[in-house]
């Protein structure tokens, strides 16, 4: 049974408790490819991931994201279907595979996107200029998961 990449909005300094137990996360879902309108699998996972990092721009005031590879039977959808959010159960250290940060953290923009999307949806926050333009201009890097610091 192939797995299911999940995308865990979080902050650098807590992620270890984001890596255990029940958490939510940003998965490539039907729901999520159909109101991106997108077909492709490795487009959804972008999206998932790009839908968790606004996310964690809310909820943490910086784009941090674990990415993990699950079984199935792990994931249960959660209210907001249409950015992909799930519910990961007993999730584990050893299923995180990957982690993506702000390639310029203290880049003006980054503050900026965070002061205006704190305490928001991710459908608010998605759809302020300030975040499409950190999304569009700034990537996220890729870190392989034994990069993370315990």
């Known amino acids: ?38 077909t492709d699998p490795e487009e959804a996972e972008y999206a998932a991931m790009s839908v968790a990092s ?3 721009l809310t909820r943490h005031g910086a784009r941090f994201v674990l990415g993990a590879e699950v079984n199935p039977d792990q994931v249960d959808d959660a209210d907001d279907t249409g950015n992909g959010e799930v519910v990961v159960h007993a ?5 995180i595979v990957s982690w993506f940060s702000e390639e310029l953290p203290d880049d003006p923009r980054v503050r900026t996107a965070a002061q205006e999307a704190r305490g928001l949806g991710i459908d608010d926050a998605w759809h302020l200029d300030e975040v499409q333009a950190l999304i569009g201009t700034q990537a996220l890097l890729w870190h392989a998961a034994e990069e993370l610091e315990d």
């Open 54 to 56: 606004v996310a964690a």
């Open 91 to 95: 999730l584990r250290r050893a299923q």
């Open 1 to 38: 049974m192939a797995g299911v990449m999940v995308f865990i909005p979080t902050e650098r300094s807590a992620w270890q408790s984001a890596a255990s137990g029940d958490v939510a996360a940003h998965a490539p879902t039907e729901s999520l490819m159909e109101a991106f309108d997108i």
